[in-house]
């Protein structure tokens, strides 16, 4: 595929790649760090929001700064920022390393805004107007991210604890200083959107009523999302699983999350965002059932990146849909768009912590099975006539 030779594009597809292999070893540190410390699942759970909250919250203002700077110091600083204080976590360890940990978080705040802004606008400006397809490609390197880091993480803790993850941080090193040489021009968003097309083009004409059931969507499949990925690693580490396996599992649900992304992103620009999400909420709401159904079973190789990869395949649809529906800059509009799904996603993972102490994980899984067939609801009723206004050329 051409974007993949693509310079550019490349350079922040990778960047998100380590960003997210940084980001996906969490949920691995904290079951492994469960026990010396004592850690609850309440207690992972509200960490786990501490984290995704200050890698969100604060990402509408670092896209805000991008549509005004460019994206090269937002991306390059960004993966530079989190291998430091990844590397200074799993090396002073301890209740500290849950602190450094958090702080890692504002690395990959600064880099998602710009690295989506740029790898869309390449996909929409330079390569047939592809842009779900280029933000489904971004976004896929980043779930392969959230693939590896876990299946990485879970041998190097076993061989050799914490420090070992200094071999995956050090990988940040090459990929940010690229990322920093490729974007050295600037590649201002408003220059590029303006050589192409004008900013009619890009908006979509939507109501008040799309903008609320977008929401609610992306708030659902963030929710979705972060139960699988923060609770399956803590789920069979309780039923005797090791590291080796609860990570590779839990890699395998992002691995998935990867592939189905690309897939619906590239379905999306063919047949209409609406019919891909209805269609992919639908299925993925009949493999999360049978997860919490089955306990360990030999078949989870198989349902859980299936769920992944039903689950995965809404999510660049979502972004696309935020960036050509909310005013604004690009960089900043995706912000928000990934802020908001990040901090609801973690708000859930609050609120399934104390369930899953309280009820047991099957009730969580059974519950994020209802979380999709709620969104597939609203994509039907809500997302309905998606109009992209002409240009006044």
């Given at each position: 595929m051409p974007l993949l030779l693509d310079s550019l594009f490349s350079s922040v597809a990778l960047g998100h790649l380590i960003v997210d292999m940084l980001n996906g070893s969490r949920a691995v540190i904290l079951a492994y760090l469960s026990v010396p410390l004592g850690l609850t699942n309440t207690s992972i759970g509200i960490i786990s929001t501490v984290y995704i909250w200050g890698s969100s919250l604060s990402q509408p203002v670092f896209g805000w700064a991008a549509d005004r700077i460019g994206p090269r110091w937002l991306a390059a600083g960004g993966v530079l920022w989190m291998m430091s204080f990844f590397s200074l976590a799993v090396t002073l360890q301890g209740t500290l390393a849950l602190v450094l940990l958090v702080l890692a978080s504002f690395g990959s705040a600064a880099f998602h805004p710009a690295g989506v802004m740029q790898a869309t606008l390449r996909g929409r400006n330079y390569y047939a107007g592809r842009e779900t397809t280029a933000a489904s490609l971004f976004f896929m390197f980043g779930q392969f991210g959230l693939f590896f880091g876990p299946v990485v993480a879970g041998p190097l803790l076993d061989n050799f604890g914490l420090m070992g993850l200094l071999l995956p941080a050090g990988l940040a090193l090459?990929?940010?200083?690229?990322?920093?040489?490729?974007?050295?021009?600037?590649?201002?968003?408003?220059?590029?959107?303006?050589?192409?097309?004008?900013?009619?083009?890009?908006?979509?004409?939507?109501?008040?009523?799309?903008?609320?059931?977008?929401?609610?969507?992306?708030?659902?499949?963030?929710?979705?999302?972060?139960?699988?990925?923060?609770?399956?690693?803590?789920?069979?580490?309780?039923?005797?699983?090791?590291?080796?396996?609860?990570?590779?599992?839990?890699?395998?649900?992002?691995?998935?999350?990867?592939?189905?992304?690309?897939?619906?992103?590239?379905?999306?620009?063919?047949?209409?965002?609406?019919?891909?999400?209805?269609?992919?909420?639908?299925?993925?709401?009949?493999?999360?059932?049978?997860?919490?159904?089955?306990?360990?079973?030999?078949?989870?190789?198989?349902?859980?990146?299936?769920?992944?990869?039903?689950?995965?395949?809404?999510?660049?649809?979502?972004?696309?849909?935020?960036?050509?529906?909310?005013?604004?800059?690009?960089?900043?509009?995706?912000?928000?768009?990934?802020?908001?799904?990040?901090?609801?996603?973690?708000?859930?993972?609050?609120?399934?912590?104390?369930?899953?102490?309280?009820?047991?994980?099957?009730?969580?899984?059974?519950?994020?099975?209802?979380?999709?067939?709620?969104?597939?609801?609203?994509?039907?009723?809500?997302?309905?006539?998606?109009?992209?206004?002409?240009?006044?050329?």
């Amino acid at each position: 595929m051409p974007l993949l030779l693509d310079s550019l594009f490349s350079s922040v597809a990778l960047g998100h790649l380590i960003v997210d292999m940084l980001n996906g070893s969490r949920a691995v540190i904290l079951a492994y760090l469960s026990v010396p410390l004592g850690l609850t699942n309440t207690s992972i759970g509200i960490i786990s929001t501490v984290y995704i909250w200050g890698s969100s919250l604060s990402q509408p203002v670092f896209g805000w700064a991008a549509d005004r700077i460019g994206p090269r110091w937002l991306a390059a600083g960004g993966v530079l920022w989190m291998m430091s204080f990844f590397s200074l976590a799993v090396t002073l360890q301890g209740t500290l390393a849950l602190v450094l940990l958090v702080l890692a978080s504002f690395g990959s705040a600064a880099f998602h805004p710009a690295g989506v802004m740029q790898a869309t606008l390449r996909g929409r400006n330079y390569y047939a107007g592809r842009e779900t397809t280029a933000a489904s490609l971004f976004f896929m390197f980043g779930q392969f991210g959230l693939f590896f880091g876990p299946v990485v993480a879970g041998p190097l803790l076993d061989n050799f604890g914490l420090m070992g993850l200094l071999l995956p941080a050090g990988l940040a090193l090459p990929v940010g200083l690229n990322a920093g040489y490729q974007l050295r021009n600037g590649h201002n968003p408003r220059r590029e959107t303006s050589q192409d097309e004008s900013p009619a083009v890009l908006r979509l004409a939507v109501s008040r009523r799309f903008f609320i059931a977008l929401a609610v969507i992306a708030a659902l499949q963030a929710w979705t999302q972060q139960n699988m990925i923060t609770f399956v690693p803590k789920y069979l580490s309780d039923l005797g699983q090791t590291a080796s396996t609860y990570g590779l599992v839990a890699g395998l649900f992002m691995g998935g999350s990867a592939l189905g992304n690309v897939i619906g992103g590239s379905l999306a620009d063919r047949y209409g965002k609406r019919n891909v999400a209805l269609r992919a909420y639908l299925l993925a709401s009949i493999p999360l059932f049978i997860i919490s159904r089955l306990g360990w079973s030999h078949w989870l190789y198989l349902l859980i990146p299936l769920s992944g990869a039903l689950t995965g395949s809404v999510h660049s649809i979502i972004v696309v849909l935020a960036q050509r529906s909310i005013p604004g800059g690009m960089a900043m509009a995706s912000g928000l768009a990934l802020g908001f799904m990040f901090s609801a996603g973690a708000l859930g993972t609050l609120l399934s912590g104390p369930l899953a102490d309280a009820q047991g994980f099957p009730l969580v899984f059974q519950m994020t099975s209802g979380l999709v067939l709620v969104a597939a609801v609203l994509v039907a009723l809500f997302l309905r006539g998606e109009i992209i206004q002409s240009s006044s050329r």
